[in-house]
């Protein structure tokens, strides 16, 4: 779950990332990974530019068909042949992956248009191979361990301009505020989890709490 999301937007986050990656698993074949990839990065980048459009539900996200063939069929695009192409669909569709609909385009004497949409925001490590991820892990940690010297520096200077404590101030403020807003799983069942890695003269030990209260590498993998 992505930190500070609330709880049912988080739950329906795990859902979408495990349908997702669940299919993907029955696909062996690394150009459908690739397919899957950019059919729904195409299907996210619509539903993104409808939401800050401010189109409400349940308009959000649908492109028609039509349009997913012009731009991603035929002979030197991303797929060769339109069986591949539509049997994908169908099968995204099947596994909850995608959604779909069929209307009368009334503009166009009545004819059936067929639609497709994701129904939930997308992110894109979820296709990320292996290697991918733990880049990304990587990258992460780097940015946790800059925000850590920068949260080491801050409480000097705050101690420099005459703060006595500034790390009393900091735990109060932080349990304060995530009592209202918990930005982790770990921190929510346990409000006092701070206090574990604190020592007699009320230095906290960041990287040991990090490692507790973010997900480890494998969950994060999945």
């Known amino acids: ?5 609330r709880g049912w937007e988080g739950r329906r986050e795990e859902e979408a990332r495990r349908k997702i990656q ?7 074949n690394p150009e459908t990974k690739q397919y899957v990839g950019k059919l729904i990065e195409k299907l ?16 959000v996200g649908w492109v028609r068909v039509k349009t997913l063939l012009d731009e991603f069929v035929g002979e030197g695009k991303l797929i060769k ?21 069929v209307r009368k385009m009334d503009q166009e004497r ?7 949409r994701i129904p939930f925001e997308y992110r894109q490590e979820w296709l990320a191979t292996r290697d991918g991820l733990e880049d990304a892990y990587a990258a ?15 409480q000097e200077l705050l101690t420099e301009m005459g703060c006595g404590n500034p790390h009393e101030i900091i735990i109060e403020r932080f ?9 982790c799983t ?37």
């Open 140 to 154: 992460r940690m780097l940015c946790i361990h800059d925000l850590i010297e920068q949260l080491m520096i801050a």
């Open 175 to 183: 349990t304060r505020q995530m009592k209202k807003k918990p930005s």
């Open 81 to 101: 042949n339109q069986t591949t192409f539509y049997r994908l669909l169908d099968d995204l569709f099947q596994d909850l992956v995608i959604d779909k609909r």
């Open 186 to 222: 770990a921190y929510k069942e346990d409000p006092n989890l701070i206090n574990e890695f604190m020592d007699r003269n009320g230095q906290i030990n960041y990287p040991e709490l990090l490692k507790k209260i973010l997900p480890k590498k494998e969950d994060s993998a999945l």
């Open 22 to 28: 669940k299919f993907l698993q029955g696909r062996r």
């Open 110 to 116: 009545g004819r059936q248009a067929t639609f497709y």
């Open 1 to 5: 779950m992505t930190p500070g999301k």
């Open 44 to 59: 996210e980048k619509v539903r993104k530019e409808d939401t800050e459009r401010k189109i409400k539900e349940p308009e």
